[in-house]
């Protein structure tokens, strides 16, 4: 069983930036494709941003031009960098190891204040 420690979650006045990580256990982000996603009380999940095995990266629409996802493999880590952060960013992140049918990690909450 894999688990996935996301941090980096707060709250930031709109405009602001946070970075977030995941850190999947026994070593193996470079083995799977790696993903952040966000779900708000009474919204369905979101597509924040992917990197596959092979970097390439894919972003949701909302979050396109602020958002970087990166993966440091030397770290086992994965990040994702959010700027210019809006109020509808607000939201749980959870972060993602293998897609849908792969593993999920606990979330860690962004509110973005205005």
């Known amino acids: 069983q894999v688990q996935l420690t996301e941090s980096g979650g707060g709250l930031v006045q709109a405009g602001g930036s946070l970075r977030l990580s995941c850190t999947p256990s026994g070593g193996i982000s470079r083995d799977y494709e790696m993903g952040w996603y966000r779900q708000a009380p009474g919204k369905q999940r979101e597509l924040v941003a992917v990197?596959?095995?092979?970097?390439?990266?894919k972003y949701g629409d909302s979050v396109k031009g602020r958002f970087t996802i990166s993966r440091d493999n030397a770290k086992n880590t994965v990040y994702l960098q959010m700027n210019s952060l809006k109020p509808e960013d607000t939201s749980l992140y959870v972060c993602?190891?293998?897609?849908?049918?792969?593993?999920w990690g606990q979330g860690t909450q962004v509110t973005v204040s205005s």
């Open positions: 990197i596959s095995t092979r970097d390439s990266i």
């Open positions: 993602n190891a293998g897609g849908t049918y792969g593993f």
